[in-house]
């Protein structure tokens, strides 16, 4: 399976984007030592990955702040619009 992995720079950071992702059953991933993440485990389908970048992309809108991903062993920054 297929996972996509969203840096987060801090405990609370992690929290949200945990919060907005939260139909997606994620998890909170690392340590105060190594950093934290959120990981989401994509199910087969392109509606499914849509759906959860959508999520992302609402919460990277909402606090105006952009995003790094990980999928596929590929990183990826999800900005917010101007």
Not at 37 to 62: F, P, Q, T
């Amino acid at each position: 399976m297929r996972t996509l992995t969203v840096e987060a720079s801090s405990p609370e950071v992690a929290r949200g984007l945990y919060d907005s992702l939260s139909e997606f059953d994620p998890e909170i991933i690392g340590s105060a030592d190594e950093g934290y993440a959120v990981r989401v485990s994509l199910a087969a389908g392109d509606e499914h990955i849509v759906a959860v970048l959508n999520a992302l992309e609402r919460h990277v809108e909402a606090r105006r702040t952009a995003a790094q991903v990980d999928l596929d062993g590929r990183t990826y920054t999800i900005n917010p619009q101007e």
